[in-house]
C-alpha cells in the first residue's frame, strides 16, 4: 500500500522565520505531487503542483522541491508570517493507482 | 480561477435519513472526486469518476453512492444517514490525471 507521511505534524515558530515542511512518500514512480493549504473548518486551497519531471516549483515565499529517487519533498516557508497559520498537506499522485494519496498534514503556528 | 462549488457548508440530518451532497465545478473537468476527512485518519477517498455516468470506488465506499449525470456536476449519496457518517466532506475536480486538482470549500455534516 502507498503511504504518505509529513513530518512534523505540528510546528510552531516566531514571525519572520524561514522554515522547511516534509514530505515523504513510498514509491517513486509518481505523476505528481500537489501541496494544499487548509484554514480550519475549509476547503483545501492549491499551493503548488510538480510533476514528476520537475525539480521544484515556485511561488512568492513559498517553493517545493522535489526529489523521486529519495521519495521527499520539501515546502520551503521564506520570511514567515501570522497569516500562513494553516495545516498544510501533501498529495501524491503515483502510476499505478489512479487517486490521490494524502499526508496527515503538519499544523503550522506563526506567532506575531 | 477555478470554481468547486459544494451546495451546503453544514447539514445537519436525522439517522436513516437519504443525504444528497452537490458539488458543481465550472471548468469542464473531466476528474471529479469526494472526500471525507477526520481528525487522525486525514483524507480518504469515497468515489471518484472520470467521465459522465462514470464511477469507480475509493477506499471506503460502503454506505455511500453517487451520481454524474452531467459532467459538472458530482453528487454524493448517504443512502440512509448514520451517525458514524458525521464528518467533513470535500468535493475536488481536475481537468485530467497528473493536473493540479481544485477543491471546494468542504460540508460539514453532523448526523444525530
Known amino acids: 500500500k502507498q503511504e504518505v507521511t509529513q513530518i512534523p505534524a505540528a510546528l510552531s515558530v516566531p514571525e519572520g522565520e524561514n522554515l522547511v515542511l516534509n514530505c515523504s512518500f513510498t514509491d517513486s514512480a509518481i505523476y505528481n505531487l500537489q501541496w494544499f493549504r487548509q484554514d480550519p473548518g475549509k476547503g483545501l486551497t492549491s499551493l503548488l503542483l510538480?510533476?514528476?519531471?520537475?525539480r521544484e516549483q515556485t511561488s512568492g515565499r513559498l517553493n517545493a522541491s522535489l526529489d523521486k529517487s529519495s521519495g521527499r519533498s520539501t515546502l520551503y516557508i521564506a520570511a514567515s508570517q501570522p497569516g500562513d497559520s494553516a495545516t498544510y498537506l501533501c498529495a501524491v499522485l503515483f502510476v499505478d493507482f489512479n487517486k490521490f494519496y494524502f499526508g496527515s498534514g503538519t499544523k503550522l503556528n506563526v506567532k506575531p | 480561477d477555478v470554481k468547486v462549488t459544494q451546495s451546503s457548508r453544514y447539514l445537519v440530518k436525522r439517522t436513516g435519513e437519504k443525504v444528497f451532497l452537490e458539488c458543481v465545478q465550472d471548468?469542464?473537468?473531466?476528474?471529479m472526486f469526494w472526500y471525507r476527512q477526520d481528525p487522525g485518519l486525514g483524507l480518504r477517498l469515497i468515489y471518484f469518476s472520470y467521465d459522465v455516468k462514470m464511477k469507480e470506488k475509493g477506499d471506503i465506499p460502503e454506505g455511500y453512492s453517487v451520481s454524474r449525470e452531467k459532467k459538472e456536476r458530482f453528487s454524493l449519496i448517504l443512502e440512509s444517514a448514520s451517525t458514524n457518517q458525521t464528518s467533513m466532506y470535500l468535493c475536488?475536480?481536475?481537468?485530467?490525471?497528473?493536473?493540479?486538482?481544485?477543491f471546494g470549500q468542504g460540508t460539514r455534516l453532523t448526523v444525530v
Open positions: 471548468m469542464d473537468h473531466e476528474n
Open positions: 510538480i510533476q514528476s519531471s520537475q
Open positions: 475536488a475536480s481536475s481537468l485530467d490525471r497528473g493536473i493540479e486538482a481544485f
